[in-house]
């Protein structure tokens, strides 16, 4: 039973994590390395709970329980030592959060769950820094936090199953809906998106098609809620390099990122925070290309294949199951349909026959999974 939880880290990840616990009635102490941070995270949690009040989503009386419920301290080991779960949402470095965990683990009580809200680092190495691996799990939430009702359960070697349900419980509670992933390199949501991205890109470095037309195919016919050029643009080019590069580096040259993307990141041009990105926001308007007339379904098949393939090997993998993965991508990536519901609506022997030839034309990378045998 989880009554109280410290949560370390203040940045945006931390106090949205802080927001929906203390807002589902558990207690919570917010930790981070200096008062100016601890005031940034608490005015970014008052600004959440004023959109609450302004939406109508909640009360006066409501948030002032909430925040009630609510402390911060820079002292990690006071606010550890009576917590029955720790929720780590510092900087994405290993040392850092290794050091980091081990502080913690000496400091809390030993019935207490240490989980990690990291994005692409080993649950596993990161167990190691602990001696109770056991009770270590990874716990991705998606940003914004209070909105987004995904929560990854990334489980460890050792994680045990009462962790788990400890875990799924408090995700409930807190208003998520939970999957599980075995610890690998992207979980589920990133896993997936980054093929789609990663082929857009080809597509656009091979002529085939304008960034417009892939978006616009994408969002039309493919239901997405953007491109994936928009979208690259919004979530920032760096973190979608970042992400790409660690799974080119875990998994292999079927994730390495493509030239144009790299080039952008090295100029500086991430996206909408930095005013351009693959597309322009600022004053300078840029006349898109002219269209190549590429046909939309087309684009929408030879994009969602990859990610339908990747599907099906994180299945063959044992790293997560189809329902989870199908609620994932629904819910993490705001796709209109699960691949797996992509597959069933396509069907299993169309795919096989795609594959096949995208293989015979672009190789290994393109290879029909064992789920498909
Ligand atoms: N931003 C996202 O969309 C997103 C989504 C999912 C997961 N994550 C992961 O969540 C984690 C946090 O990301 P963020 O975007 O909130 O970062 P952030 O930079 O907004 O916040 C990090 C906070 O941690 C604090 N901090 C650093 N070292 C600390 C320490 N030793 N003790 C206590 N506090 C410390 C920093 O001062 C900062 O306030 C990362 O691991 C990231 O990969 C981020």
Known sequence: ??????????????????????????????????????????????????????????????????????????????????????????????????????????????????????????IDE??????????????HYFSPVPAMKLLELVIGDKTSAETIATAEAVGKTQGKTTVIAKNSPGFIVNRLLMPVMREAILMLERGEATKEEI???????????????????????????????????????????????????????????????????????VEPEAPKGADPNWIVERLNMPAVREAMILVDDDIANKEDIDMAMKLGASWPMGPFEMADKFGLDKIKEFLTKLESESGACYSVPKYLE
């Open 215 to 285: 978006d616009n195919a994408m969002l039309q016919v493919g239901k997405a809620p953007a491109g994936p050029f928009t979208l690259g643009d919004f979530v920032g080019l760096d973190i979608a390099y970042n992400a790409m590069s660690t799974l080119y580096r875990e998994i292999g040259d079927c994730f390495k990122p493509p030239d144009t993307l790299k080039n952008l990141v090295e100029s500086g041009a991430i996206g909408m925070k930095s005013k351009k990105g693959f597309y322009s926001y600022g004053a300078d308007i």
């Open 1 to 122: 039973m989880v009554n109280k939880i410290a949560v370390i880290g203040s940045g945006l990840m931390g106090s949205g994590i802080a927001y929906v616990s203390a807002w589902n009635g558990i207690t919570v102490t917010m930790v981070d390395i200096k008062q100016e941070f601890i005031d940034k995270g608490m005015e970014r949690l008052r600004t959440d709970v004023m959109t609450g009040i302004d939406k109508g989503k909640i009360t006066m009386t409501q948030a002032e329980g909430l925040m009630s419920r609510l402390s911060a301290t820079i002292d990690i080991e006071e606010a550890v030592k009576d917590a029955d779960l720790v929720i780590e949402a510092i900087f994405e470095n290993m040392e850092v959060k290794k050091e980091v965990f081990a502080k913690i683990d000496a400091a809390a009580p030993a019935h207490a769950i240490l989980a990690t809200n990291t994005s692409s680092l080993s």
């Open 126 to 139: 990161l167990a190691t820094a602990t001696k109770r691996p056991d009770k270590f799990i990874g716990m």
